[in-house]
């Protein structure tokens, strides 16, 4: 069974900073490629950064090109997201999840599994 549980969210000020944490476990990690996305209030969930199997792909919405980093380590089964210079727009449940296969991409209906996502506030 596929698990992915975040970590990582809360509270933060305008041009404050926060890493969100995303464990894996009940699948060949490294075999799937791994994305962050973002589901504000009274809007659609949206893509936010993705990560190739090995890591050495990576790609990301424009909203947050610049300011948000995705990495992965394989060997902890674990992919972060560090987010800087956070604004009050960056407001949203953030969700980890993963995709069969080694290739990235900015599909929600490319990803297979799902975590329960985390709230991050941003606050004025």
């Known amino acids: 069974q596929v698990q992915l549980v975040e970590s990582g969210g809360g509270l933060v000020q305008t041009g404050g900073s926060l890493r969100l944490s995303c464990a894996a476990s009940?699948?060949?990690?490294?075999?799937?490629?791994m994305g962050w996305f973002l589901h504000a209030p009274g809007e659609e969930r949206q893509f936010g950064a993705s990560?190739?199997?090995?890591?050495?792909?990576?790609m990301y919405a424009d909203s947050v090109k610049g300011r948000f980093t995705v990495s992965r380590d394989n060997a902890k089964n674990t992919v972060s997201l560090q987010m800087n210079s956070l604004k009050a727009d960056d407001t949203a449940v953030y969700y980890c999840?993963?995709?069969?296969?080694?290739?990235?991409?900015?599909?929600?209906?490319?990803?297979?599994?799902w975590g329960q996502g985390i709230q991050v506030t941003v606050s004025s």
């Open positions: 990560i190739s199997g090995g890591g050495g792909s990576t």
């Open positions: 009940g699948h060949t990690f490294g075999g799937y490629a």
């Open positions: 999840c993963s995709k069969r296969g080694y290739y990235i991409s900015p599909r929600l209906d490319e990803y297979d599994y």
